[in-house]
């Protein structure tokens, strides 16, 4: 399993990973926290005008989050967003799974601008659609979180783990564009 996303998924992998090249185009990294910033549309081509990836630390490295900021180049596509966990995860809302593995639980909050959405769990498997290759190794261990869609023009998908327990938990995901990310300084 691929901790991606697909559009329009068909009989293809879903995207163009061997004619693509995802540079880094930012990396940061100070005592309170990181990010980095990839350029997916290499790989996205087909169906993406622009496609952005960014992955933070922040809460003092207590929390990860990834964003992905796409622009369609199709009305009314269907666009499936997965991570992939082991362990047990419960469905909480809308925004909200946790996820439990040996004893540890991670809160996991989602936060997208497509209108309506589904956001499940699934067996991590393929897609009907998506080709399966010889030699894979077994997702029998893991499961996937799903959000499954159609959307038009441009959309973003930022999901934030960070452990049940800490004190920052209960903040809500924020809606900070990738361009305006920032870490603060201090140790």
Request: aromatic letters at 10%; charged letters at 20%; one cysteine or more.
């Amino acid at each position: 399993g691929h901790n991606l996303y697909v559009i329009n998924p068909d009989s293809s992998a879903g995207q163009t990973p061997s004619k693509a090249f995802s540079p880094v185009t930012t990396l940061v990294s100070k005592p309170r926290g990181a990010y980095s910033v990839c350029d997916l549309t290499p790989a996205y081509k087909d169906n993406a005008s622009s496609a952005i990836r960014g992955f933070m630390l922040s809460d003092d490295r207590r929390s990860a989050t990834i964003r992905d900021e796409i622009t369609l180049k199709k009305d009314n596509s269907v666009f499936y967003w997965f991570a992939h966990a082991k362990g047990d995860i419960q469905i909480v809302d809308k925004h909200t799974a946790i996820l439990t593995n040996e004893g540890k639980q991670v809160k996991f909050m989602i936060d997208s601008n497509i209108p309506y959405y589904e956001f499940y769990v699934a067996d991590a498997s393929p897609l009907p659609t998506t080709p399966v290759y010889s030699g894979q190794a077994s997702n029998s261990a893991y499961k996937k979180l799903c959000l499954k869609a159609t959307a038009s023009g441009s959309i973003y998908v930022s999901c934030k783990y960070i452990a049940l327990d800490d004190p920052n938990a209960n903040t809500k995901i924020e809606n900070i564009p990738i361009s305006d990310w920032t870490i603060p300084d201090g140790e």
